[in-house]
């Protein structure tokens, strides 16, 4: 956590804007590119949260992630395009979670994809800090790491 406390220190000194985005990031594919690379393009850095193996486990099951929160963050880092990543709370699945991550980093924009749930009470919290959610990408129903790692189980990959 100190990683993301100086690194929003630097932010605030710079006056620079910031574009959060959350999210699990197992298995890479074309759209979670394409996601970052537009959710990039809105603010001049990026920050990245990465839920927890444990949160994980929890909303998608046993068996998930596939990469664990150390791998998954080096792989987000070798695309080069979140200018910090970190570990999202284990406790965060309630409003006053997300107002509280949400008051520590100060975002300008909360980045989403189309499906992205809670849309409506993301962008209320966000507006209590002078924020905006923004949907920066559309869905692509062929492409999710879920799909992916059934096919990999399947042996048609």
Same mark, same amino acid.
């Given at each position: 956590?100190?990683?993301?406390t100086?690194f929003?220190?630097r932010?605030?000194?710079?006056?620079?804007?910031?574009?959060?985005?959350?999210g699990?990031f197992d298995?890479? &594919?074309?759209?979670?590119r394409?996601?970052l690379?537009?959710?990039?393009?809105?603010?001049?850095l #990026?920050l990245?949260?990465?839920e927890s193996?444990?949160?994980? !486990?929890?909303?998608k099951?046993?068996g998930r992630?596939? &990469?664990d929160?150390?791998?998954r963050i080096?792989?987000?880092?070798?695309?080069?395009?979140a200018?910090?990543i970190?570990?999202?709370?284990?406790?965060?699945n309630?409003?006053?979670?997300?107002?509280q991550?949400i !008051?520590?980093i100060?975002?300008?924009?909360?980045?989403?994809?189309s &499906?992205?749930? &809670?849309? !409506?009470?993301?962008?209320?919290? #966000?507006?209590?800090?002078g924020?905006?959610?923004?949907?920066?990408?559309?869905?692509?129903?062929a492409?999710?790491s879920?799909?992916?790692?059934?096919?990999?189980?399947?042996?048609?990959l």
């Amino acid at each position: 956590m100190q990683e993301l406390t100086s690194f929003l220190a630097r932010r605030q000194q710079d006056k620079q804007t910031l574009t959060l985005v959350t999210g699990v990031f197992d298995v890479l &594919h074309q759209e979670h590119r394409l996601f970052l690379e537009k959710a990039k393009e809105t603010a001049d850095l #990026l920050l990245v949260g990465l839920e927890s193996d444990a949160r994980v !486990r929890r909303m998608k099951g046993e068996g998930r992630p596939t &990469h664990d929160v150390v791998t998954r963050i080096t792989n987000l880092r070798a695309w080069d395009l979140a200018d910090e990543i970190f570990v999202l709370p284990e406790q965060f699945n309630k409003p006053e979670h997300h107002r509280q991550l949400i !008051r520590q980093i100060r975002p300008d924009f909360l980045a989403v994809s189309s &499906h992205t749930a &809670h849309q !409506r009470e993301k962008a209320q919290i #966000l507006a209590e800090f002078g924020a905006k959610l923004l949907v920066v990408h559309e869905f692509n129903p062929a492409f999710s790491s879920t799909k992916i790692i059934s096919s990999q189980k399947k042996g048609n990959l």
